[in-house]
């Protein structure tokens, strides 16, 4: 009970804690008052940042996207002519060891690699997007494959797509190496999370993926959370929170836009 109530006063110091305690305050506030219109306004965001940081609404949605793609065996993948790992594992840093900053969805750069170790493919593919720097734009998969490449940590051909603004992109880009090289199928890494989006791109885009999922961020894949369930609102819950709605609100807008197509899935 002591360690519990101590790591409940430090989220209560942290910025999320402490805005729904002020939040709550003001409902009080209010209600005291007698100003119950508003305290009924103060208390919607704060019953909605007690949801989102607090219970564990947030990872059920999480798990919903990862479930499909649990339990997917490495060793078991099939052959395929390329391994395609999307961006966002990592970001070109000036002061870190290869110039190089590992993201949380780094996982995607070692299943890449896992994958490239058990030779499902020749062929080696890294996307991601630019990072604009003083002295001018360096690309996230030049410096991973730069990384690979140079300490010799994947056999065959490692490449680097061209700068990526999104995951149509990298679709569009892996598209034109295969219809160049004839490459039947290919082995998409990505976040469990984001796979649905993203295999339905590259599907649509005319590329045969098979999903190699990874960097689950759920109780599907990691260690359960000990302790009471019901805590002050941290940031964990309100990030997954926030990778839940970018993958409604991606599919919604590659729908309108016609980059993801059903009937084509």
Known sequence: MRRYLIDQVIALLEPTGMTWAMLVALTIAFAWR?????????????????????????????RGLERPYAGVSIEAQPQADAIVVLGGGAQPARFEAADMHLNPAGDRIIMGLELARLGKAPVLVFGGSVAQFPEGP?????????????????????????????????????LKIARERGWKQVLLVTSAGHMRRASATFRTAGLNVIPAPCNFITELSNAPTRGIAITVPRHSGLGKMANWLHEQIGWLEYRRRGWIDLAKL
């Open 138 to 174: 360096i690309l996230e998969s030049e410096t991973v494959r730069d990384w690979v490449v140079e300490r010799k940590l994947a056999p065959g051909e490692v490449i680097a797509l061209p700068g990526c603004a999104d995951t149509r992109d990298e679709a569009m880009f892996t």
């Open 34 to 62: 007698r100003r119950y219109r508003a305290a009924i306004a103060v208390s919607v965001p704060m019953l909605t940042l007690f949801a989102f940081g607090s219970t564990d609404l947030p990872g059920a949605l999480m």
